[in-house]
């Protein structure tokens, strides 16, 4: 069934579900995304993945930069005449009045088994809290922070060794595949229990500051939570170094100190191996490659 739709999403993660839509042939009357702005050291302005991707398949653009008191946006979006928008990462909170606008609403492609991990970063709180399960919920969306009825639920399995690049990956071409058939076939509506509810916030550069403190098994999550953005780091040295990747080992000593020559590091409990790192303006390199030009003698202290 074809229906005619908009479609709201900004970053990499909204990417494959555009993509799926439409090739799957349906008439996709408008893509909303966040208005380019300036990144990088050079501060280029660069548009956002979903932008460059529907410039790709020449569809129309629309990036205000605001929603809730812009009332010629109102219109200009229930004059698109739609059946349903699709919102995927989007980035804008989205006013009554748009949410009423299509005869089927606005259905949103969450990266997490709802009620758990409301909110901003869902993938990595997963991560960090230690959960063995997330997914993708597709919601019917209403004026609270994801909290709309649930159309379509599946779980994906986080193992010791996933990381947020290949969750994120997962959970978005299953995002992309659940959203169409939730646009087939109109499931009804189950409301959201309050019991379980969690909150995922943003997250901030700081949050990849490591504790060395903490037991290495939350390190070792944090490593991978936050990979790659912000990313996890610790000061070595004069340096801000990277981590990219680790795994939690057997250990004692003062936490933040090399127990041997091959960056394990002590935490609060257990240790922290350092299996590939990043030097200030370098490469990742693989810890062995790193530690050729780079030495950390056991009892160097990390900070």
Known sequence: MTVRLAFMGSPDFAVPVLSALHAAGHDIAAVYCQPPRPAGRGHAVRRCPVH?????????VRTPARLRKETTE???FAALGLDVAVVCAYGLILPASMLAAPLRG????????????????PIQAAILAGDTV?????????????????????????????????????????????????LDAAPV????????ATYAPKLAREDGRIDWAQDAAALDR???????????????GDDMLKIR???????????????DDGLLVACGTGA????????????????????????????????
Do not use: Y
């Open 222 to 236: 944090r490593v991978r939570a936050l990979n790659p953005w912000p990313g996890t780091f610790a000061r070595l």
């Open 189 to 196: 509506p189950v409301p959201q229990p309050e019991e379980g």
């Open 52 to 60: 460059e991707a529907a410039d790709a398949l020449s569809l129309l």
């Open 134 to 182: 997330t997914g993708i919920t597709v919601m019917q969306m209403d004026e609270g922070l994801d909290t709309g009825a649930m159309l379509l639920r599946e779980a994906v399995p986080i193992t010791p060794a996933t990381d947020a690049a290949a969750l994120h990956d997962a959970l978005a071409a299953l995002g992309a595949r659940l959203i169409l058939h939730a």
């Open 245 to 259: 990747a680790a795994r939690p080992e057997a250990g004692a000593g003062m936490p933040g100190t090399t127990l």
């Open 74 to 76: 109102h219109a200009a």
């Open 272 to 303: 922290l191996r350092l299996t590939r790192v990043q030097a200030p303006g370098r490469a990742a390199l693989d810890a062995t490659a790193f530690l050729r030009g780079h030495p950390v003698p056991a009892g160097t202290k990390l900070e």
């Open 106 to 121: 606005c259905l949103n492609i969450h990266a997490s088994l709802l009620p758990r991990w409301r909110g901003a970063a």
